[in-house]
């Protein structure tokens, strides 16, 4: 084959690349608050006020912040980013599966499809791992302060950003090639060469755009964390999952051999379809 093939791997966030939520580990003890406590009242305030769920937790985060002084400028958002925890072998990961797309003549991107906050992802040490963060975020104002939501990512408008991978329309803002018909053999990543991996059912609708059209969904799962596994192993159930793998991004482990095994699939894929063209 002449050139690399396009591959894809869309990543969600919390529970899949890091135990838990972002907005847990420096954002919202600075509310002095427990972190059930907070979601608690975001469920109430998105029924109080008939509001999705994703616009609800971004509000009480701006209005907590400013009842406790809690400074929320984009740096700010940086800083709380650096302090997330991330799991086993998730920094290596990325530079490691590269390396090996390489070898096998295939060229690996990462993205992010998330309902957390992008300003957080690009303050932790893999930020710069991604072609693409495709996350809520804020709005700023003259002072550099989070006013408004700029973009919020539910578990359904998760899929566009599928859509935004597969034709190459990485601009949130740019609605004209996102919406102009592409014939599938000129676009950037077929959703055959796409890998989604998540962690729950907000993970659903992206897992089963994936999986229709040819491509793979790992529901990945907290080792230790009671029900972890059950619930991976019901989406595998379900048909929304490829397979289920621990979120141990280490070398070796059930991630890694899954991930490398579907990278030699479309490679062997690319093969046949080449063969099958030279007998035309």
């Known amino acids: 084959m002449s050139k690399s093939i396009p591959m894809a791997i869309a990543y969600d966030f919390d529970g899949t690349l890091s135990p838990g939520n972002m907005q847990e580990y420096d954002f919202i003890p600075r509310l002095k608050v427990a972190s059930r406590d907070f979601w608690a009242e975001v469920d109430a305030y998105a029924r109080e006020h008939d509001a999705d769920q994703i616009l609800a937790y971004m509000g009480l985060m701006l209005k907590k912040a400013k009842q406790?002084?809690?400074?929320?400028?984009?740096?700010?958002?940086?800083?709380?980013?650096?302090?997330?925890?991330?799991?086993?072998?998730?920094?290596?990961?990325?530079?490691?599966?590269?390396?090996?797309?390489?070898?096998?003549?295939?060229?690996?991107?990462?993205?992010?499809?998330?309902?957390?906050?992008?300003?957080?992802?690009?303050?932790?040490v893999?930020?710069?791992?991604?072609?693409?963060?495709?996350?809520?975020?804020?709005?700023?104002?003259?002072?550099?302060?989070?006013?408004?939501?700029?973009?919020?990512?539910?578990?359904?408008?998760?899929?566009?950003?599928?859509?935004?991978i597969n034709k190459g329309s990485l601009e949130v803002y740019d609605h004209s090639l996102i919406n102009k018909r592409v014939s599938p053999e000129d676009r950037d990543v077929p959703f055959s060469n796409m890998v989604f991996i998540g962690d729950g059912e907000t993970?659903?609708?992206?897992?089963?755009?994936?999986t229709s059209m040819g491509g793979h969904a790992i529901a990945a799962y907290t080792p230790g964390k009671r029900g972890a596994r059950s619930r991976a192993a019901s989406l595998l159930a379900d048909g929304r999952a490829t397979l289920i793998a621990p979120a141990d991004y280490t070398e070796g482990s059930r991630m890694d051999g899954s991930v490398k095994a579907m990278i030699d699939k479309v490679v062997g894929n690319a093969s046949l379809k080449e063969l099958a063209q030279k007998q035309v």
């Open 203 to 210: 993970d659903i609708p992206c897992m089963r755009v994936v």
């Open 68 to 124: 406790n002084e809690v400074p929320v400028r984009r740096e700010d958002f940086h800083a709380f980013g650096a302090g997330i925890e991330l799991f086993e072998g998730v920094e290596g990961w990325f530079e490691r599966i590269n390396a090996y797309g390489r070898e096998k003549g295939v060229k690996v991107s990462h993205y992010i499809v998330s309902s957390g906050l992008r300003e957080m992802i690009r303050g932790t």
């Open 126 to 164: 893999i930020a710069e791992c991604f072609d693409a963060i495709f996350a809520s975020g804020f709005m700023y104002d003259h002072h550099g302060i989070a006013s408004w939501p700029a973009l919020a990512v539910n578990y359904t408008t998760k899929t566009q950003y599928l859509y935004r």
